[in-house]
């Protein structure tokens, strides 16, 4: 028996907008938690969250926009504003526009960047929560295999229904997701939190995980060229960051040391 992913919904709400929801309860209530342990402002942080969300929508589906030209050259289609807009949102476009905007209030209403840390530590627990919805919804779905692991299931692919064995690699990112929240939270409960480079430790182990993961997703409508993955071509781009970052860090520690 196959498990049908097509139009399912839960208390009448489509699944992936449900866990949707339900992520964002669960997260930001954490969030409001750490906040008044680490003593930040719930006024100013609320403010600020809420006041970003649309440029977070507009980003992840920005993000969604250039994935259908990546999948259009990958699929060797013709590149039209109609197959552009045929796309959903991305994950890494809100999770960048999410980070540049909150990081720029915050300058703006003069708190310190270890706010930052605390908002690290939230986005792999909604998006856990989240990557079930996917796996409920039919999107974002794994490669046919007949392992153990791999579930029958029925979901649209390019537009036609399929029913298939496939990896579940949504529950399997949600797993991955769940596991890192619960990292961070430790590392943020520790005295001395604000040494861990909690957002850099982030942005490292996600995009590394999630460029792994990518190789066993099933949707080419992700955009793919030569086996590499719109999301993998952003997880690439956050290494070079990270490792531009650290350079920097090095450089500016052995001009001290100069000094001295």
């Keep these: 028996m196959a498990f049908d992913a097509i139009g399912l919904t839960i208390f009448g709400i ?9 992520g964002l309860v669960i997260s930001i209530s954490v969030f409001i938690i750490m906040l008044a342990d680490k003593r930040y402002s719930l006024q100013k942080n609320m403010r600020i969250l809420f006041g970003i969300t649309g440029i977070v929508i507009l980003s992840a589906r920005l993000f969604g926009c250039f ?3 990546y999948r259009d050259v990958g699929l060797k289609k013709d590149i039209t504003w109609s197959s552009i807009k ?23 209403v003069k708190q310190d960047n270890h706010i930052m840390d605390i908002v690290a530590v939230c986005i792999p627990l909604f998006h856990s929560i989240a990557r079930v919805g996917c796996f409920f919804s039919g999107c974002c779905f794994g490669k046919e295999s007949c392992s153990q692991i791999a579930v029958n ?43 861990e480079n909690i957002l850099r430790r982030y942005l490292l182990l996600y995009s590394t995980g999630r460029f792994i993961i990518e190789f066993f997703r099933g949707d080419l409508v992700r955009g793919v060229i030569r086996s590499i993955s719109f ?30």
């Design 86 to 108: 045929n796309t959903g949102i991305v994950f890494y476009g809100g999770l960048i526009g999410l980070l540049l905007s909150y990081s720029f209030l915050s300058k703006v």
């Design 67 to 69: 994935s259908g030209i």
């Design 14 to 22: 489509p699944s992936y907008f449900f866990f949707t929801g339900v």
């Design 231 to 260: 999301s993998q071509v952003i997880s690439i781009l956050i290494w070079i960051y990270l490792f531009a970052i650290h350079k920097k860090k090095d450089q500016i520690i052995a001009k001290g040391e100069k000094a001295r």
């Design 153 to 195: 299931y029925t979901t649209r692919v390019l537009g036609e229904t399929v029913t298939a064995r496939r990896i579940p690699v949504q529950l399997i990112e949600a797993l991955f997701n769940f596991l890192l929240f619960f990292y961070l939270l430790k590392l943020l409960r520790e005295e001395e939190w604000k040494q």
